[in-house]
C-alpha cells in the first residue's frame, strides 16, 4: 500500500545548492534528501515536499521577504497539514533558522517551537471536515552549521552553539510528545560552502538515514 509522507522543513529540505553568497538554484528532486529516502524504502510512497527558504519553527522573522506568508512554520503548518490528508507521517526538520541572533532564541525556546509543531499534528483530528485519522510525527533535530561564509556569518553568529543544544532537547520533546526522533547530527555534517547548506552527498546521506528510521515505523 502507498504511503503518503509530508516532509515540512526549511531550505535544506527545499535542497538549496550551497554557495559562498546567494542566489542559488535547488537540487533535482531524485538529489534532494526526502526523495532519495522514498527512493530506499520497500513500499511505494507519495512524497509531499513542504519546504521553504528561511522558515523557521514559531518565529516571525521580519527580515525575510515571506515573513508573512509562511516562514513562521507554526503559521502554515496546520493549513498544510490539512490540505494533505490523508498523511501516514509527518516528518519535521526545523530550528536551523530559529538560532539567528537576531531573533533571540535560546535552544529551550526552538525545543518549545518544535513541540508546538507537533502539538498540531496531535490536535489535527481529521482536518476540516474529514475523519482521517492523525498521522505519525518523526521530529529530526538538524546538525548544527558549519564554517560560516562571509554572508552567513554574521546572520548566524552563535548559531553552533545554540544547534548543538537543541538536539537532546528534541529528543526530550520526542519523547513526550510520542513522536519518533533522530538526531541528523549523528549521521552528517553541514558541509556545504555557505556552512549553512548540504552538499549533495549530504542530502544523500540523510536522505538514507531518514529511510531508515522510516522504513522501522511505517515498513
Not at 546572520?155 to 520533546?173: C, D, S
Request: one cysteine or more; hydrophobic letters at 45%.
Amino acid at each position: 500500500m502507498t504511503k503518503r509522507i509530508m516532509c515540512f522543513g526549511d531550505s535544506n529540505t527545499w535542497g538549496f545548492v550551497p554557495l559562498e553568497a546567494p542566489p542559488t538554484s535547488r537540487y533535482p528532486r531524485d538529489q534532494r534528501w526526502p526523495h532519495v529516502m522514498a527512493a530506499a524504502l520497500d513500499f511505494p510512497v507519495e512524497m509531499i515536499e513542504e519546504a521553504l527558504n528561511g522558515r523557521t519553527t514559531d518565529a516571525d522573522d521580519e527580515q525575510l521577504p515571506l515573513a508573512g506568508a509562511g516562514a513562521n512554520g507554526l503559521t502554515y503548518f496546520p493549513v498544510a497539514l490539512a490540505s494533505h490528508l490523508p498523511l501516514d507521517l509527518v516528518i519535521v526538520m526545523l530550528g536551523t533558522n530559529d538560532v539567528k541572533p537576531h531573533l533571540g532564541r535560546a535552544a529551550g525556546r526552538i525545543a518549545t517551537g518544535v513541540k508546538r509543531l507537533i502539538d498540531c499534528v496531535r490536535t489535527l483530528d481529521g482536518g476540516i471536515g474529514s475523519t482521517y485519522p492523525n498521522p505519525q510525527v518523526l521530529l529530526i533535530a538538524p546538525p548544527p552549521p558549519g564554517r560560516l561564509s562571509p554572508y552567513f556569518v554574521d546572520m548566524f553568529a552563535g548559531g553552533h552553539a545554540k544547534a548543538a543544544a537543541m538536539a537532546p532537547l528534541y529528543e526530550g520533546v520526542a519523547k513526550l510528545t510520542g513522536a519518533a526522533f533522530l538526531n541528523a547530527g549523528e549521521h552528517i555534517q553541514t558541509d556545504g560552502a555557505d556552512g549553512v547548506h548540504f552538499s549533495a552527498e549530504t542530502q544523500r546521506k540523510l536522505g538514507l538515514a531518514v529511510a531508515a528510521k522510516v522504513q522501522a515505523l511505517l515498513g
